[in-house]
């Protein structure tokens, strides 16, 4: 129960189509799990209310709460609605993020609107959530937000918009753990790395016409660790020890989850 009694909103903790469990669910439900009270929001309700269900079968507290996170009205309204609910917020966790599946690609192929979709999405939803989670946040003399960038942003990556906001949340993540040290705000980006979600592979394996065993194989082989990619669950792990007072002096930080592909830089 790390997290007891706590407040906290994942955003995106629905999921897309396909096998396995992603990131934002596992970490909504290992949140749960520990003791906290969550927002389970998603611009997909009936995925999120399936988030919530998983919680409630397990004895949990979540409520699920529809929002389009480029929309920065809906996301004032989603703070509001966790500080009214329960009183306070502990823990703002950005998960969303979207790639292919949000027309990105190589630099000569992008159009404008797959651009301004995956800014929305990645950069844009992440700045306005921690915006209005701030003030509830400095009011306490504490919080925690954690942001899921990739390993994309610090390694090769073919696709221009997804590299380049990734990177960015890096950098809006450290200049948050700087303006709101002395509140006992703690802010720190998590990169995962080939992950075992269905965003990552049922999403390729749908564009690039491959089956899914294709695509999971190709990505495994890539793997320094065991040559298996990492689950939701890995990256909610992490998100948990962010989250809780075992990371009671950890800010700034940029955490990669990634099978020691960083190791490999340079």
């Known amino acids: 129960m790390r997290l007891k009694d706590r407040v906290a909103i994942v955003v995106g903790a629905g999921q897309s189509p396909g096998e396995g469990i992603g990131n934002g ?46 929309r920065e009205a809906e996301l004032k309204a989603m703070v509001a609605d966790a500080h ?38 990645n950069l844009k939803s992440c700045m306005f959530a921690s915006r209005h989670v701030i003030p509830i946040m400095r009011r306490q003399m504490s919080g925690a937000i954690i942001n899921i960038s990739s390993m994309a ?25 700087y303006e709101n040290a002395e509140y006992g705000i703690r802010a720190n980006v998590i990169l995962p790395g080939l992950m075992n979600t269905p965003m990552a592979v049922d999403t390729r394996a749908r564009a690039f016409k491959k089956s899914r065993a294709e695509v999971e194989a190709d990505r495994d082989a890539k793997v320094p660790l065991r040559r298996k990619m990492g689950t939701g669950w890995d990256v909610a792990n992490a ?5 809780s007072d075992e990371a009671s002096f950890v800010t700034g930080v940029t955490l990669p989850v990634d099978g020691g592909a960083s190791v490999r830089r340079g």
């Open 239 to 243: 998100a948990l020890f962010l989250a």
């Open 84 to 121: 009214a609910r329960w009183g306070r917020v502990d823990i703002l966790h950005n998960n969303v993020g979207v790639s292919l599946a949000g027309g990105d690609a190589q630099l000569l192929d992008i159009t404008e609107e797959a651009l301004d979709r995956c800014v929305a999405v």
């Open 25 to 70: 669910r596992a970490t909504a439900l290992t949140f749960a799990r520990e003791g906290a009270n969550v927002l389970c929001v998603d611009h997909n309700l009936a995925s999120a209310q399936e988030t919530v269900d998983l919680i409630s079968a397990k004895g949990g507290a979540a409520v699920a709460f529809k929002a389009d996170v480029t």
């Open 153 to 177: 942003a610090i390694t090769t990556y073919p696709y221009v918009a997804y590299k380049a906001t990734k990177a960015a949340m890096i950098a809006f993540t450290e200049q948050l753990a």
